[in-house]
């Protein structure tokens, strides 16, 4: 058993983290199935928008708050790393990688090491997780090779405009994507300070 050592204001300060967690855990709890009840009631008498209207945006924005804020950063790390490497892929394959099973392989074994942390992590082992990388990496180039080219900066910003709304299409979906329920915080006992 390792024992690790910590000022009480350290200790302090992860027990008010840990209650603030327990804290907006709940109240997502609460705010979805008070939304599943309101959306039901509603079903029968709305008809679906034909396009995204701004109570339906901040419908969007509202449940993004939402979600539990260790979910989102690891999310964020996630699309970064991904990205950042397959650019840099001559470099991977200068040292015999190959740069997409190795991101592969090391946000898989991340998520891992994640869910020991964190009550609930992006679902890497989604059959979509991994397509929705790969496609924003192939987006990601064509914009690069758009900033490259000698076209007009007005071109290139039209030239651009479809391809930067798929994109933010995929991180949507990618940020809205299942969720992977860990427990952790369940399972980890309260933190108590010593004095």
């Keep these: 058993m390792v024992e690790i050592l910590l000022p009480v204001g350290e200790l302090l300060e992860l027990e008010r983290e840990q209650q603030q967690?327990?804290?907006?855990?709940?109240?997502?709890?609460?705010?979805?199935?008070?939304?599943?009840?309101?959306k039901d009631e509603k079903t029968s008498s709305i008809s679906p928008?034909?396009?995204?209207?701004?109570?339906?945006?901040?419908?969007?924005?509202?449940?993004?708050?939402?979600?539990s804020p260790p979910q989102k950063r690891i999310f964020q790390v996630y699309v970064t790393m991904y990205l950042n490497d397959h650019a840099r892929s001559p470099f991977y394959e200068s040292?015999?990688?190959?740069?997409?099973?190795?991101?592969q392989h090391v946000i898989i074994e991340t998520n891992k090491t994640t869910e020991r942390i964190f009550p609930e992590?992006?679902?890497?082992?989604?059959?979509?997780?991994?397509?929705?990388?790969?496609?924003?990496?192939?987006?990601n180039e064509r914009l690069a090779a758009i900033g490259c080219?000698?076209?007009?900066g007005l071109v290139k910003t039209l030239q651009k405009v479809p391809i930067l709304a798929s994109f933010v299409g995929e991180l949507l979906a990618m940020f809205f994507s299942p969720v992977k329920a860990t427990g952790s915080a369940d399972l980890v006992p309260e933190v108590q300070a010593v004095y």
């Design 95 to 103: 040292l015999g990688l190959n740069t997409k099973q190795f991101n």
């Design 49 to 67: 928008p034909s396009s995204l209207s701004s109570s339906s945006l901040s419908s969007v924005l509202s449940l993004s708050l939402s979600l």
């Design 21 to 38: 967690l327990k804290a907006k855990q709940q109240k997502r709890n609460q705010q979805l199935s008070t939304k599943s009840r309101k």
């Design 149 to 152: 080219s000698d076209a007009p």
């Design 121 to 139: 992590v992006p679902d890497v082992e989604d059959p979509a997780f991994f397509p929705r990388l790969d496609r924003m990496v192939a987006m």
